[in-house]
């Protein structure tokens, strides 16, 4: 059996958040996730650390329900674990580089190229993530990823409904990338009762085209979305 980590680190000094306008307000841009390390709380000496995180940088759980118009009222301490843990899930192999766009039909050529059986999850493999290009290229990891965009997105959840899937990995930084032509966003859309497991890593040293999927975010309750560990096992 061998066991394959598809999950980011998290680290000071993570770039994040800098193609989203919007998220500049928050008090956390540009740097997601911070860890201070404080002796204050005892007096043994012992360390502690407090973790300060945005909910989306690194690897996440994302759950209908941080959308208010997706109806759909799941949150993270309430998710069937059954959907995450010791799933069998297939590769999707979409090979892309630089501001490349996952078309429709590549993902459809893809999928059924593929060996895969009723209600897989899906692990949509590019090749992104691989390699520690998160760390190389910094902000340009989130900045230059390839993407989704809203055809491919629809098409996706097209696949997914017919094959009764109802999970999917994606290793883009984010589905929802910019198109830097028309400057308009698009790519990512999730349906009732489905769970999406976004920026996850290192998928080219799965070797095998069929494996187990384990994915844990935060029991946090009334949460939506979360940093969370994902694990592929090749048996």
């Known amino acids: 059996m061998k ?4 999950t980011a680190p998290l680290y000071n000094g993570q770039p ?4 989203f306008g919007g998220c500049r307000t928050a008090p956390t841009w540009p740097e997601p996730f911070k860890a201070t390390e404080t002796m204050s709380y005892n007096p043994d000496g012992m360390r502690f650390n407090v973790y300060t995180i945005f909910c989306e940088p690194g690897t996440r ?6 959308r208010k118009d997706y109806k759909d009222d799941v949150t993270l301490d309430t998710v069937d674990i059954n959907k995450t843990i010791l799933r069998d899930a297939v590769v999707i192999d979409v090979p892309k580089g630089d501001d490349e766009i996952v078309q429709a039909d590549e993902l459809e050529a893809a999928f059924k190229k593929a ?3 009723k209600g897989d999850a899906l692990i949509i493999r590019t090749g ?10 910094g902000r340009l990891y989130q900045e230059n990823s390839p993407h989704f965009n809203n055809a491919s997105a629809e098409k ?21 990338g910019l198109d830097k032509k028309s400057l308009t966003r698009g790519g990512f859309t999730i349906r009732a009762g489905m769970v999406a497991i976004g920026g996850v890593v290192n998928c080219g040293a799965i070797t095998k ?10 029991k946090a309750k009334g ?9 592929a096992i090749e048996e």
């Open 3 to 6: 066991i394959i980590d598809l």
């Open 16 to 19: 994040g958040m800098y193609g």
């Open 61 to 66: 759980f994302i759950l209908p329900s941080f």
């Open 115 to 117: 060996p895969v059986k």
């Open 128 to 137: 992104w993530g691989d390699n520690q290009r998160y760390f190389k290229i």
């Open 156 to 176: 996706l959840m097209e696949l997914m409904q017919k094959n009764g899937s109802d999970l999917w990995t994606y290793d883009v930084e984010s589905m929802n």
């Open 209 to 218: 085209p069929r494996v187990k999927l384990i994915a844990a975010g935060l």
């Open 223 to 231: 949460g939506h979305m979360s940093p969370c560990t994902v694990v």
